[in-house]
């Protein structure tokens, strides 16, 4: 006992520490728990494959094709501008959208999701956008309490009463509580932000100096002044053929930017879009949308002659009438070109970007001017931006001739950043299927199956543009963590620690009565919060939780609640949770700041869960 109680307090003043990643610290315990011959390899290795780990992993995957697909921004941004110019509407929206995606997916992923929505919201309501990017962060841990999934702890004391041969909790056993968590929230915060976090800050105006979006660029060069969009249909004329014979340069001066392609299965719920450059060989198929520069009149003619239908879809009128750009496959990039290029003095058309590169120059950017029409013949000048079109791969490859040119950006990043927007209904089917097997009893399917299935079906219906993407999705630091921990509480328990820890927790609070036990159980677990992983204690704490009650003879449900309330519940510090420290710089918060708002916070929140958990889980 006394050996595992070394190794845990090395491991405790390491995580306090912060040199050292967690999840090494956590390999480092585990490997000497082995070496001291306090657990078998069996029981060292028992976290890899304990269901929580893999249930986990599997979430991971769901929520990144949440997000990869767009639909939480969807929904999220579709749902704040609710609020209108209401200050007060934005931020209880805030609070409620936050928390009710929390509940599904990672905190960090809606924070980051959220963060530039609200900051653009709350400019435009002229506000400063500190007063909502703290209770953002605040709001997606209060969600995480709705649901089993929302956050680990919650997943961490479902399997400790299981392991205890207890019933497990339901998807929905966490509601309540975290209904509870985000009532007091917004009761508390709404005054405390308003006081602390109103003060008159300098404007963050990095926007000016970021790099520019994809949509940005597109507008700026005005490349959707100048395209038009033309459906192929059943009866047109130039089914069959290739781009080459279509001859529409010599024949109606136009371009063919891109061709986009719907391809659908069986099922038309699985469709797939595929975007291709407009090389002389394709063949136009029926169905095929042509994105066409030009003159306008030209293209009428041409579509007219061929017998192909204008596109004016939802989101051509949302523009104002100019067609949308999307980026799934191809992108655009700016490049600049170098002083020793050799490109200097040659021409568009001789610089062959479609021959050697697979790649469209789209417009010249010289100094203030902008050349987008008649540029092939346009000779190439020294600090010339070239706005050039292709898949993410062929621009990534220019970066590869950095004597010629330099590539504005980093092209696979950007391409990271594209959401599969067309996917989006697929991704929410399968996470209503995945909730649907985990809630309802009659499905006869155990809940990190469900998750495995839900997870293994977005990557094989494309809501990822490959498996490698979906592996991306998974923090890996946060697996091995959690599955090299939990043999830790095995340890604790074999050598009689926790049983230890337990018995002087009982015998200094335990005759005080239940209610002053849990409460010691929870602000014990709220502290150590502040210092380790809400994961890490939680991992710690549930035997300790579970040990505690059954001495006193009482539920241990409303104990491990504790824990798993007071594990995610740390607001007091900015280093407390991934959220916290995601909003600081953007907020331009101070360590103050956090103990001001959040310190309140936490403590009331303890007060009331130890007041209401024994309501809702009674002894």
Known sequence: MIVTGIILLLSVIFFVNGKVRSDVVALCALIALLLCDILTPAEALSGFSNSVVIMMVGLFVVGGAIFQTGLAKII???????????????????????????????????????????VSLAMSVDVNPGRFLMPLAFASSMGGMMTLIGTPPNLIIHSTLLDAGYEGLSFFSFLPVGLICVSVGLVVLIPLSKIFLSKGKDADNNNKNSRKTLKELVKEYGVSNNLTLLKVVDSSKILGKSIAQLNLRSVYGLNVFEVRRKETAQNRFLKVVTQQMADPETIIENGDTLYITGEYVSVLKFAKDNALE????????????????????????????????SLINSTIRESEFRAKYNLNVLGIRRKTNYILKDFADERIHTGDVLLVQGSWENIARLGNEENDWVVLGRPLEEAAKVTLDYKAPVAAAIMLLMIAMMVFDFIPVAPVTAVMIAAVMMVLT??????????????????????????????????????YISNTLVSGLGAYGPH?????????????????????????????????????????????????????????????????????????YTFMDYVKVGLPLQIIMGVVMVLLLPLLFPF
């Open 310 to 341: 204008v596109v004016r879809d939802d989101a051509y009128k949302k523009s104002g009438g100019k067609p949308t750009l999307d980026f799934y496959d191809i992108g655009v990039a700016e490049v600049v070109v170098m002083q020793s290029s």
């Open 76 to 118: 999220s941004s579709r749902i704040l501008k609710l609020a209108g110019k209401s200050e007060m509407r934005l931020f209880i929206l805030v609070m409620l959208v936050t928390s009710a995606i929390g509940g599904f997916v990672s905190n960090t992923g809606t924070v980051a999701l959220l963060l530039p929505i609200v």
């Open 516 to 588: 002053v036990l849990l409460a010691g159980i929870y602000f014990t677990t709220s502290l150590m919060t502040m210092f380790i992983s809400n994961t890490a204690t939680a991992v710690l704490f549930a035997p300790i939780a579970l040990h505690s009650a059954l001495q006193v003879g009482v539920n241990p449900v409303p104990f491990l609640f504790a824990v798993t309330v007071g594990a995610s519940m740390c607001f007091a510090s900015p280093f407390s949770t991934p959220p916290n420290a995601l909003v600081m710089p953007a907020g331009q």
């Open 462 to 499: 494309g809501c990822f543009r490959n498996v490698e993407a979906a592996y991306k999705t998974i923090n890996w630091e946060s697996i091995v963590l959690i599955a090299a921990m939990m043999p830790m509480s095995l340890a604790l328990e074999k050598t009689g620690a926790s049983e």
